[in-house]
């Protein structure tokens, strides 16, 4: 049988943000016809296929993990910003200030990436039987991109909803009854009056 080829759609990205020695490590990747989950844990690796045929849903959803971070470094940021202008003339001591200038650019680089990648957000997929998590989808900006990539191939496999039918199914979704949706039929035309 032969192997098929995978494109990478996301870096490995650790699962837990502060678990080091026993996170799992996760990334997304493109196959002919599925998706294909890697997780990395210890001297395990597991795989999860997704068929485009089975997904229903991948749900995104915004987060505040940015904002926090944010002031999580904003804190020493300004610590520092306070010891270096101590520290400038009539003071003037230079060594100081060199030495707060490089605690500062220490949480002025992940600050500043942080920024750079985005909004952050988490990103799940869903099937009949399943809803996994998708870690490794973590900022908006990327998840677009990869749905982007991955939305046509589902269509191709699944076919395309109307409006209509995707209105009738989130009914169904939350009502939790089978609806199933058929289209109005035209209005009766009056006979042709013969002479």
Request: net charge positive; with cysteine.
């Amino acid at each position: 049988m032969a192997d098929p080829t995978y494109q990478r759609l996301t870096r490995m990205r650790v699962r837990q943000q502060f678990a080091i020695a026993t996170a799992a490590r996760v990334s997304l990747w493109l196959g002919s016809d599925h998706l294909l989950h890697v997780e990395l844990s210890g001297f395990t690796e597991t795989y999860k296929r997704f068929y485009f045929r089975d997904i229903q849903a991948i749900t995104v959803q915004e987060t505040t993990r940015r904002a926090v971070w944010n002031i999580v470094l904003l804190v020493p940021i300004v610590i520092c910003l306070i010891g270096i202008l101590m520290n400038v003339p009539p003071n003037a001591h230079w060594t100081a200030v060199i030495v707060w200038s490089i605690f500062a650019s220490i949480f002025l680089l992940p600050f500043a990436v942080n920024n750079l990648r985005g909004t952050a957000c988490t990103c799940q997929l869903r099937t009949a039987v399943q809803t996994e998590d998708l870690a490794s989808l973590s900022r908006v900006r990327q998840t677009r991109k990869v749905l982007e990539k991955i939305r046509p191939l589902i269509e191709a496999a699944q076919g395309r909803l109307t409006a209509e039918e995707a209105s009738a199914r989130m009914q169904e979704a939350a009502s939790g009854v089978a609806v199933s949706w058929k289209p109005d039929p035209p209005p009766p035309t009056a006979p042709p009056i013969l002479t």
